[in-house]
C-alpha cells in the first residue's frame, strides 16, 4: 500500500528527543506551551471554559455561591457611595430607616398639592369640599366651554369642526380626533360624511377613537368622493380585515392619498387579508406611505416593492 505524503512527513518527527527541543526554548516560551497544556477547570460551566489569559494566579476553582455573594457586597457598596455622593459625603440612616419614613411624607399631601389634586384654589386656608362636588364643579366648566379638552389632551371643539367642515372652511386643513375615547361612533360617521364634500382638509387622523368597521365603510365612501385628503390614520382601533380591505378598494379610485396608516387594531387580519392587501394595492401607483407591520414575509416584500414602485413614478 502506498505511503500518504503527510505519513512520510512525520517520520522525521518520530526520532526527536524531547529533552534536547525543551532545552532550546527560552523561559517565555516555556510558560507559554505550559498555558497552551494546561487543564482547564471542570468545575467551570462548558460555555465558560477559556485559556488562562492572565499572568495572575489562580485563588481558587469557581465557586458559584461566593462569586453570587461577591456580587451581592458590591452591589451594597455601590448603593452606599451613590448616598454618600447626593448627601455630600455624608450617610444619613440605613436604606430601611429611611423607606417607613419616605411612606410617611409622601402620604400626606401639603396644601397646595391638596389645592392641585382636588381643583379647588382658595386664598385662606383649605376648604372643606368633597370630591364629587369638585367633579360636578369640572364637568360644570366643560358644558360652558362647549369643548372636547378630556384626559386625553385633544382640545378640538367637534361641533365647531363639524360646521367648518360642512361650511368648506379653508381655514381648517387637519382634522386630529386621536385619543378621543368618548366620541360616538355616529359622530364620526357625521365627520366622514362632511368629508365628501370638502375641498380643504388634507389630513384626517382618527386613531384610539373605538372606531369599528362602519366607521372604516364610512370613510372608504369618503375617499370615493374626496379628491383632496393625503393623509388619513385609522390606527389603534376596532377595524376587522373587511374593514381594511374597503378602505384599499376605495384607492382605486383615489389618486390623491398619499399616506394610509392603520395599524395596530383590535381584530388580526390574517394571512389571507394580507394577501388580498397587496392584490389592491397593485392597482394604485400614487400612495407613497403604508402604516401597517405585515405577519407574513411576502406580501410585505410586495407592499415594500409597490411603494418603491410608486415613488420612482412620482
Known amino acids: 500500500m502506498a505511503t500518504f505524503g503527510y505519513r512520510r512527513?512525520?517520520?522525521?518527527?518520530?526520532?526527536?528527543d524531547?529533552?534536547?527541543?525543551?532545552?532550546?526554548?527560552?523561559?517565555?516560551?516555556?510558560q507559554e506551551l505550559e498555558r497552551e497544556l494546561a487543564d482547564l477547570d471542570d468545575n467551570v460551566p462548558i460555555g465558560l471554559r477559556q485559556k488562562d489569559q492572565t499572568a495572575k494566579t489562580p485563588t481558587g476553582s469557581f465557586d458559584r455561591d461566593a462569586l453570587l455573594k461577591y456580587w451581592e457586597d458590591e452591589n451594597k457598596k455601590l448603593v452606599e457611595d451613590e448616598r454618600m455622593e447626593s448627601n455630600g459625603g455624608q450617610v444619613r440612616g440605613d436604606i430601611n430607616t429611611l423607606v417607613p419614613a419616605f411612606e410617611k411624607v409622601f402620604s400626606i399631601p401639603?396644601?397646595?398639592?391638596?389645592?392641585?389634586?382636588?381643583?379647588?384654589?382658595?386664598?385662606?386656608g383649605l376648604s372643606k369640599v368633597s370630591r364629587s362636588e369638585s367633579r360636578k364643579t369640572e364637568t360644570t366648566d366643560q358644558n360652558?366651554?362647549?369643548?372636547?379638552?378630556?384626559?386625553?389632551?385633544?382640545?378640538?371643539?367637534?361641533?365647531?369642526?363639524?360646521?367648518?367642515?360642512?361650511?368648506d372652511d379653508p381655514a381648517i386643513s387637519e382634522v386630529n380626533l386621536n385619543n378621543i375615547e368618548d366620541i360616538s361612533q355616529e359622530t364620526l360617521l357625521r365627520f366622514a360624511e362632511a368629508l365628501c364634500a370638502n375641498t380643504h382638509v388634507h389630513v384626517f387622523s382618527?386613531?384610539?377613537?373605538?372606531?369599528?368597521?362602519?366607521?372604516?365603510?364610512?370613510?372608504?365612501?369618503?375617499?370615493?368622493?374626496?379628491?383632496f385628503?393625503?393623509?388619513?390614520?385609522?390606527?389603534?382601533?376596532?377595524?376587522?380585515?373587511?374593514?381594511?380591505?374597503?378602505?384599499?378598494?376605495?384607492?382605486?379610485?383615489?389618486?390623491s392619498l398619499?399616506?394610509?396608516?392603520?395599524?395596530?387594531?383590535?381584530?388580526?387580519?390574517?394571512?389571507?387579508?394580507?394577501?388580498?392587501?397587496?392584490?389592491?394595492?397593485?392597482?394604485?401607483?400614487?400612495?407613497?406611505?403604508?402604516?401597517?407591520?405585515?405577519?407574513?414575509?411576502?406580501?410585505?416584500?410586495?407592499?415594500?416593492s409597490i411603494l418603491t414602485r410608486n415613488q420612482d413614478q412620482q
Request: proline share 3%.
Open 110 to 124: 401639603s396644601e397646595s398639592e391638596f389645592h392641585l389634586l382636588y381643583k379647588c384654589p382658595q386664598k385662606n
Open 9 to 16: 512527513e512525520l517520520k522525521k518527527y518520530e526520532e526527536v
Open 258 to 304: 398619499v399616506e394610509l396608516r392603520f395599524h395596530n387594531q383590535r381584530h388580526i387580519c390574517g394571512g389571507k387579508v394580507e394577501m388580498e392587501m397587496v392584490q389592491l394595492l397593485r392597482e394604485n401607483t400614487t400612495l407613497l406611505k403604508l402604516g401597517y407591520q405585515f405577519d407574513l414575509p411576502g406580501p410585505r416584500m410586495t407592499a415594500t
Open 18 to 30: 524531547e529533552d534536547e527541543l525543551l532545552a532550546t526554548l527560552s523561559s517565555e516560551e516555556l
Open 144 to 167: 360652558l366651554n362647549a369643548t372636547s379638552d378630556r384626559a386625553s389632551g385633544n382640545p378640538i371643539v367637534i361641533d365647531e369642526t363639524l360646521e367648518q367642515i360642512l361650511c
Open 229 to 255: 385628503i393625503r393623509n388619513l390614520n385609522i390606527e389603534s382601533n376596532f377595524v376587522s380585515g373587511q374593514g381594511i380591505l374597503a378602505l384599499l378598494a376605495a384607492l382605486q379610485h383615489n389618486s
Open 206 to 227: 382618527l386613531a384610539n377613537t373605538h372606531a369599528d368597521d362602519r366607521v372604516a365603510f364610512a370613510v372608504s365612501k369618503m375617499l370615493r368622493e374626496n379628491r
